[in-house]
């Protein structure tokens, strides 16, 4: 992968995009492909993604690749889909490690084939020095089975004796979610069309921005991140308070 450095980034600049990549199935279809083919093609616009977001500068991507409701697609193209992260894993680290991505997942991955497991831990070691851009991969994960976990954990220590209900916090909340050491997302782009989250950091987009493009995975490439840019610097983020 070949990187052309970043331009400076000014305050605006977004510093966490999570991508909800949509539109694989459809992209396929309309090609008179199968679904699987068009899974295949989305791995395109992942990497086009990657390389675009280092090159822009942007410090956080968070991508959906595989949701905890994705098991209920049929078993060939779950199948396929665990086939091709595998691939991805096994056939990108290298140039991963070497763009400075560091890598890390999001989900609950215990619940996924071993030797998938094996492969992200491994690309989550040996990226971890790195610091240009953090891709974070969204696999097996349901945000409503996230808040479910921190609400156990947090509940286990109150049993103990170690937490009082009053002193549970939203930052101790945060603290449980799997994304503790990622900053909330600035920007939450689906493609395909769909207007709807699919259980997708549901805590954590309190005060996202949204973009909903109709532009199917496959063919989302940097033209769109840099589109998606420009929607996003015209937008006035308030927090709830009054614009300066
Ligand atoms: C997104 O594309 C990929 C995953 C959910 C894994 P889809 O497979 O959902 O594509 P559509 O929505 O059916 O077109
Ligand atoms: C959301 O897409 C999950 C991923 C992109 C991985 P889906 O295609 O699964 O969402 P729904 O079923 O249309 O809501
Ligand atoms: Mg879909």
């Given at each position: 992968?070949?990187?052309?450095?970043?331009?400076?980034?000014?305050?605006?600049?977004p510093a966490h995009i999570?991508?909800?990549?949509?539109?694989?199935?459809?992209?396929?279809?309309?090609?008179?492909?199968?679904?699987?083919?068009?899974?295949?093609?989305?791995?395109?616009?992942?990497?086009?993604?990657?390389?675009?977001?280092?090159?822009?500068?942007?410090?956080y991507?968070?991508?959906?690749?595989?949701?905890?409701?994705?098991?209920?697609?049929?078993?060939?193209?779950?199948?396929?889909?665990?086939?091709?992260?595998?691939?991805?894993?096994?056939?990108?680290?290298?140039?991963?490690?070497?763009?400075?991505?560091?890598?890390?997942?999001?989900?609950?991955?215990?619940?996924?084939?071993?030797?998938?497991?094996?492969?992200?831990?491994?690309?989550?070691?040996?990226?971890?020095?790195?610091?240009?851009?953090?891709?974070?991969?969204?696999?097996?994960?349901?945000?409503?089975?996230?808040?479910?976990?921190?609400?156990?954990?947090?509940?286990?220590?109150?049993?103990?004796?170690?937490?009082?209900?009053?002193?549970?916090?939203?930052?101790?909340?945060?603290?449980?979610?799997?994304?503790?050491?990622?900053p909330?997302p600035d920007?939450?782009?689906?493609?395909?069309?769909?207007?709807?989250?699919?259980?997708?950091?549901?805590?954590?987009?309190?005060?996202?921005?949204?973009?909903?493009?109709?532009?199917?995975?496959?063919?989302?490439?940097?033209?769109?991140?840099?589109?998606?840019?420009?929607?996003?610097?015209?937008?006035?983020?308030?927090?709830?308070?009054?614009?300066?």
């Amino acid at each position: 992968m070949e990187i052309v450095p970043s331009s400076k980034l000014v305050p605006e600049d977004p510093a966490h995009i999570a991508i909800i990549m949509d539109g694989n199935g459809r992209w396929a279809t309309k090609r008179s492909l199968s679904r699987l083919k068009g899974h295949e093609h989305g791995a395109t616009a992942v990497r086009e993604t990657v390389k675009g977001c280092l090159e822009l500068g942007i410090p956080y991507l968070t991508l959906f690749a595989f949701s905890s409701e994705n098991w209920k697609r049929p078993e060939e193209e779950v199948n396929h889909l665990m086939g091709l992260f595998k691939f991805f894993f096994k056939k990108e680290l290298k140039e991963l490690k070497k763009a400075g991505v560091r890598v890390r997942f999001i989900g609950d991955m215990a619940g996924l084939p071993l030797d998938i497991q094996e492969l992200a831990s491994l690309a989550v070691e040996e990226t971890a020095g790195n610091a240009a851009l953090v891709l974070t991969i969204a696999l097996n994960y349901g945000s409503q089975a996230e808040i479910t976990k921190a609400v156990q954990e947090i509940a286990v220590k109150v049993k103990s004796g170690e937490v009082c209900p009053e002193d549970i916090t939203e930052d101790m909340i945060n603290r449980h979610l799997y994304t503790c050491d990622l900053p909330d997302p600035d920007l939450i782009i689906r493609t395909s069309g769909e207007q709807r989250l699919s259980n997708f950091l549901l805590w954590q987009c309190a005060y996202s921005e949204f973009l909903f493009l109709d532009v199917l995975w496959p063919d989302f490439d940097k033209s769109c991140l840099e589109k998606a840019l420009e929607d996003f610097y015209g937008r006035n983020r308030r927090f709830g308070a009054v614009s300066a």
